[in-house]
């Protein structure tokens, strides 16, 4: 089952998130510290990590960028009421973020969003595993072409 990480300050929002998401087939956790979320980040392997974007200790994107340093495959989001945000924007086009969600959101499309995130992960994951095995076949196919070649 995939995990996905919640990171709000607001502990309402966490707990409206953990409710919407209560019978959904992935894991949800949340957190309402940065600090405390990156550790989880550290000890768990997450598909999908959402930050909120305005918080005191550090903004969302400080922290999704650590957050991407530990756990690079991890489909990055953040949702926010401040959707002029120039930061987001480029966030969005340096490659840290995937998807700007804005607050209030809407639990369906919320839903949405995150089961596309789920997909992309997964597909990233799948391709992985198809690249490893297209090197492993090569180095297979230059082994056996050097030993067909040996006078």
Known sequence: MNKILLLDDEKPILGV????????????????????????????????????FKMPKMNGLEFLT??????????????SGYAESEAISKAIDDGILSRFIPKPWNNTELYGIIKQGL?????????????????RQTREIVRLKLKIDKP
Request: charged share 30%; glycine share 2%; net charge positive.
């Open 17 to 52: 998130l953990k409710r919407v998401f209560f019978d959904k087939p992935w894991g949800t956790y949340t957190a309402s510290d940065p600090e405390e979320a990156l550790q989880m980040v550290k000890e768990n392997n997450f598909a999908v990590i959402i930050s909120d």
């Open 119 to 135: 997909e992309r992960y997964e597909l990233a994951k799948k391709n992985k595993e198809l690249f490893k095995t297209v090197q």
């Open 66 to 79: 650590k957050a991407r340093a530990i756990s690079p495959d991890s489909v990055m989001m953040v949702f």
